[in-house]
């Protein structure tokens, strides 16, 4: 089916899975495909428009993906054979769990047209230097645009999993599911140095889980699914955590644009 028109739904920690949304949107639109992005942590999946083609976009953490976008996506409604197209955004590897996504999808009636995983900068523990982060995207975003043509011209492949695959998406579910444990939640702990942070709410105000409370300074609550995007967005640095080497952070895309509130 040719695709006319296009509506693509993102998550995206630190502004790499968006930047590739954004992306695809501009190829898309260049060509008359007349596409918007929007927000997974702001839509409503059952308000999604079933007749336009979609896209779904996600970060690749822990070889899976974040709960609140497992969750998105099961609240999906069923489907009559809406045509989707998936992609998301690794540092290195995600042992395929894009197929086990599609999977998932074909399960609720969803066609998928294509799937692709994009390698971006690292977001987490080995956070690039700027050159390596340059010459990652340098090859990243031409295959990013490949993509978004190929799809429009219905010749793009999908990622193709297997029982392995699917079994190791199943036990990394398990892994991610317990982040919302009280005790991950314990141990997850971000710190504020009061004498860096400037109370300007930034953090509380981008937080996709509403994690953040402005009480003087921001407190953390038990809902955090390491996004990573309170931390890499302040603009004082005065957010730290045992998770990061080195308290090394990355920023995918400028502030004003992480800020999910904000249309895109
Ligand atoms: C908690 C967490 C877990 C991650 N796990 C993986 C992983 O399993 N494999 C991988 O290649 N990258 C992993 N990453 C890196 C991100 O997938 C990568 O940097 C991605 O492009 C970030 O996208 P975003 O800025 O849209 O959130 C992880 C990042 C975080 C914060
Ligand atoms: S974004 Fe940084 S400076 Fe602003 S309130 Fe949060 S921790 Fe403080
Ligand atoms: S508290 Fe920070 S890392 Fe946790 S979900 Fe919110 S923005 Fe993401």
Redesign the pocket.
Known sequence: MKVNKSDIYVF???????SIAKKIAEVFNSKNVLTKVHRIEATDPKNIELSSTIGIGF?????NTYPMVKKWLKALPVSNGTEVFLFD??????FKMIASIAKQLENKGYKIIGSKEFK?????LLVEKEEKKLKKLNITMPLVEKFAEDIIAGKADAVKGGFIYCLFFSFTSLVVNTWNWKLSQKMITFKIDKQLCTKCGLCADICPKNNITMNEFPVFNNKCE???RCISYCPVKAISSKLLYKNRT?R?IPTGEIKWRNPI
Request: glycine share 14%; aromatic share 8%; with cysteine.
């Open positions: 995206s920690g630190t502004g790499n899975t968006l970060t690749v953490a822990c070889w955004s690794m540092g290195d590897s995600s971006m900068p690292n977001n987490f390491i996004c990573l990355h995918g």
